[in-house]
């Protein structure tokens, strides 16, 4: 075979240094825009900011959170030693022996449930002993104010050195439990509830009734079965409801109204607000990092021959493109909420129940852009409005067929369920099929197994379990 020279022609797409980076800042949440540029300004002497708020979050050499207030870390429980002074310290903000020096003054102004514990301990009247090993039980405690550890556990962890029984622990559990805080320290649902009626007066209407329920029939009260209720306990349905609004009072979970310090938050990218009758999208400047070239180092350089430094050459560049692609990023991001409020005005007057169908591919083809760009944009993007903060993402969703011909989108399916059975009869729920009928005769065609479906996604339990007595 002999060799020959062909000529062909033909188009290749390459993406250039500029526009690969423009596609990387377009998917990145505002954390991770604020993280790069961080980077950037450490490494790039061209680039900088206007003002001093992302210089001090880069000079901390991190880069890997913005948080409103640092919560102090809380240390592990410590591994128990050969020593008393080892064990965790009813006053841990103090090296002094003396459980005395410990302050309540000097605690946050929205305390832990841990820090709140130990204050009451520190103002008990109970020896050292004591303090020491009901401070090791509240360090074991879960974020809901369980202690899901058995003492068995624990005392397996305790040195023999140290001389305490399981007897000791015991005691010291149900002291934990008589603190200032009724519920906490439990060891399962049942104990909880139980611990909680125990602290009511005597007199109380139905407590009696209410801690049998709670110690013996949490299964059936749960599955809502009176009948065998009734038969177990022997009482009336008056006596039996009465039982039962009591148990429905109590919380589950007692810690859950301590600060549990988290410190992640949102950073909306727009804030849509209502001015003169018509919904405007604006740019959230704590948002946008405020960056500028340094016209010092790139006066420097126009003296100097880039192929002689051809280093400081694509850093000056570099950063040229960054804050152009910047620019463009916040802008795509504006155009987009702006389409998504226009087509979504009604949810903004008057709820979910209001929200149309949308998908990526309309706003695509109205902003001249790809799919996968509009997917880029409505990822970890946020907008501020006045009924909360939403991920671009939640106003887009598929939706039924009606009756007039439209369609509705499934996010207003799902707010009209809600609201129906927030407004059923206790006494006589809705079933997945009622709701789907209901829906039906306002026009909304959909079947019972898609009515299932979203009450499932909503949290709601099905009708045998929402029934009242």
Not at 85 to 95: K, N
Not at 122 to 130: A, K, P, T
Not at 222 to 231: E, N, T
Not at 434 to 455: D, F, H, M, P, W
């Amino acid at each position: 075979m002999k060799a020959a020279l062909q000529l062909r022609q033909s188009q290749q797409l390459t993406l250039t240094p500029q526009l690969q980076q423009s596609i990387r800042l377009l998917q990145l949440s505002t954390l991770e825009i604020n993280q790069e540029t961080a980077r950037l300004l450490d490494e790039n002497p061209f680039l900088e900011c206007e003002d001093d708020e992302i210089t001090s979050f880069a000079s901390t050499g991190e880069g890997s959170s913005v948080t409103s207030s640092a919560a102090p870390s809380e240390s592990e429980t410590p591994k128990a030693e050969q020593d008393w002074d080892d064990l965790p310290r009813a006053a841990s903000s103090s090296s002094s022996d003396d459980d005395d020096d410990y302050h309540p003054e000097t605690a946050a102004s929205s305390p832990s449930l841990r820090e709140h514990l130990l204050t009451q301990l520190s103002l008990s009247q109970l020896d050292h002993h004591d303090r020491q090993l009901i401070a090791l039980l509240i360090d074991a405690l879960d974020d809901s104010g369980f202690l899901t550890q058995s003492l068995e556990e624990i005392h397996d962890l305790l040195p023999e050195a140290l001389d305490v029984s399981l007897d000791d622990l015991e005691t010291a559990l149900v002291q934990l439990q008589h603190l200032d805080e009724p519920g906490i320290a439990a060891r399962d649902l049942a104990e909880c509830l139980s611990l909680q009626l125990r602290a009511l007066p005597d007199d109380q209407p139905g407590r009696q009734l209410a801690l049998r329920l709670a110690a013996q029939h949490l299964d059936l009260l749960a599955a809502h079965d009176y009948m065998r209720l009734k038969r177990h306990l022997h009482c009336s349905d008056d006596e039996l409801r009465v039982a039962q609004a009591l148990i429905l009072q109590l919380d589950p979970r007692p810690a859950s109204r301590y600060d549990q310090r988290v410190s992640d938050y949102v950073v909306p990218d727009v804030i849509v607000e209502r001015q003169r009758g018509r919904w405007t999208v604006r740019l959230n400047p704590e948002a946008m990092p405020r960056l500028r070239v340094n016209q010092l180092y790139a006066n420097l350089m126009q003296g100097r021959d880039e192929q002689s430094s051809p280093q400081m050459a694509g850093q000056l560049q570099e950063a040229r493109w960054y804050i152009k692609n910047m620019q463009q990023r916040f802008d795509t991001i504006q155009r987009v909420a702006r389409a998504i409020v226009e087509r979504q005005r009604m949810f903004f007057e008057h709820g979910e129940v209001a929200m149309r169908p949308l998908v990526l591919r309309e706003i695509a083809e109205e902003l001249e852009l790809h799919e996968s760009t509009i997917s880029r944009v409505t990822t970890q993007k946020f907008m501020l409005t006045p009924r909360g903060i939403f991920e671009f993402k939640y106003f887009f969703g598929s939706g039924v067929s009606t009756d007039s011909g439209g369609a509705c989108s499934a996010t207003a399916i799902r707010a009209l369920i809600k609201q129906l059975i927030s407004q059923e009869d206790p006494h006589h729920p809705l079933s997945d099929s009622g709701l789907a009928e209901i829906l039906v005769s306002q026009g909304i065609q959909v079947a019972r197994r898609t009515v299932a479906k979203y009450r499932e996604s909503l949290n709601i339990l099905p009708v045998n379990l929402r029934k009242s007595l």
